[in-house]
């Protein structure tokens, strides 16, 4: 399957707009946290978002990217939070239909830019963002050298990356299907330790490293409780995933506790 569609899984601006509608939100006047249960589409969602803020400094009016930027939901809170400016990239294009969408809705189309493109073909110059984040998108991407080699090319100098992903654990091949993939030919983990090596042959430094497994336990645990009680919310992961999600967070979460993966985050620069 290819990763757009796996994304997607039909017209996802219609289940989007149908879900909103049964929502009890005032679609005419949107807050961008009202839109969080849906387009902080990764594990933990706005609780990532807000710990990988939390760790990182950004100017007023500084530019940063968020490669592989989904909704673009992190984009709108580090543009809210920062007061700065975020070009988002996905390759899927309805994300960025949608994420465009809300980013009218949210009156955040001024200080938020998306564009489809793949990360690893990234069309801005050298030297042209004061920042890079990346939330959950390695995991996808095969060639991870040119991948990180595209973000340290466009940052400028003493900037940094900062992103989070799942690692592979030591105790052999997670159990599929998982949230970001279906089988072993969509999912292309790598070890924390092979990582930081790949990052600094590509010329970061200052390479901080902290495992998250136990705070995405409780992240999933939370998730499946809540989706698993007989009313369920309107808005959430499954609006986008299917129905089929929190079952892929149950293979997710007992792959982080048998230490087949290993979530961690990572801050690196670029001096």
């Given at each position: 399957?290819?990763?757009?569609?796996?994304?997607?899984?039909?017209?996802l601006k219609e289940r989007i707009n149908d879900a909103l509608?049964?929502?009890?939100?005032?679609?005419s006047n949107l807050k961008i946290e009202d839109l969080h249960?849906?387009?902080?589409?990764?594990?933990?969602?706005?609780?990532?978002?807000?710990?990988?803020?939390?760790?990182?400094?950004?100017?007023?009016?500084?530019?940063?990217?968020?490669?592989?930027?989904?909704?673009?939901?992190?984009?709108?809170?580090?543009?809210?939070?920062?007061?700065?400016?975020?070009?988002?990239?996905?390759?899927?294009?309805?994300?960025?239909?949608?994420?465009?969408?809300?980013n009218k809705r949210t009156n955040m189309h001024d200080k938020?830019?998306?564009?489809?493109?793949?990360?690893?073909?990234?069309?801005?110059?050298?030297?042209?963002?004061?920042?890079?984040?990346?939330?959950?998108?390695?995991?996808?991407?095969?060639?991870?050298?040119?991948?990180?080699?595209?973000?340290?090319?466009?940052?400028?100098?003493?900037?940094?990356?900062?992103?989070?992903?799942?690692?592979?654990?030591?105790?052999?091949?997670?159990?599929?299907?998982?949230?970001?993939?279906?089988?072993?030919?969509?999912?292309?983990?790598?070890?924390?330790?092979?990582?930081?090596?790949?990052?600094?042959?590509?010329?970061?430094?200052?390479?901080?490293?902290?495992?998250?497994?136990?705070?995405?336990?409780?992240?999933?645990?939370?998730?499946?409780?809540?989706?698993?009680?007989?009313?369920?919310?309107?808005?959430?992961?499954?609006?986008?995933?299917?129905?089929?999600?929190?079952?892929?967070?149950?293979?997710?979460?007992?792959?982080?506790?048998?230490?087949?993966?290993?979530?961690?985050?990572?801050?690196?620069?670029?001096?």
């Amino acid at each position: 399957m290819e990763i757009d569609k796996f994304w997607t899984r039909g017209n996802l601006k219609e289940r989007i707009n149908d879900a909103l509608s049964d929502s009890d939100l005032n679609k005419s006047n949107l807050k961008i946290e009202d839109l969080h249960p849906i387009d902080q589409y990764h594990a933990r969602g706005i609780a990532a978002t807000r710990d990988l803020a939390e760790k990182v400094s950004i100017k007023e009016n500084e530019t940063i990217i968020d490669v592989g930027c989904g909704l673009a939901g992190p984009a709108r809170f580090f543009a809210d939070k920062f007061k700065c400016n975020v070009v988002g990239v996905d390759i899927t294009p309805a994300f960025i239909e949608v994420g465009n969408d809300f980013n009218k809705r949210t009156n955040m189309h001024d200080k938020v830019s998306l564009h489809v493109t793949d990360g690893k073909s990234l069309p801005f110059e050298n030297n042209q963002f004061d920042a890079a984040i990346s939330q959950h998108v390695t995991m996808n991407v095969e060639n991870r050298e040119l991948f990180f080699t595209e973000i340290f090319r466009v940052l400028k100098k003493d900037t940094f990356f900062a992103f989070s992903e799942h690692g592979l654990g030591p105790k052999g091949t997670p159990y599929f299907p998982l949230p970001w993939a279906d089988d072993e030919k969509m999912s292309f983990l790598l070890d924390p330790e092979k990582t930081i090596e790949l990052l600094k042959e590509i010329g970061f430094k200052s390479i901080s490293f902290m495992e998250t497994g136990e705070k995405y336990m409780e992240g999933y645990e939370k998730s499946i409780k809540t989706n698993s009680s007989s009313k369920k919310p309107i808005l959430g992961m499954h609006v986008i995933g299917g129905p089929t999600m929190y079952d892929r967070q149950k293979n997710s979460m007992l792959s982080i506790k048998e230490k087949r993966t290993l979530p961690f985050e990572i801050i690196c620069f670029k001096n």
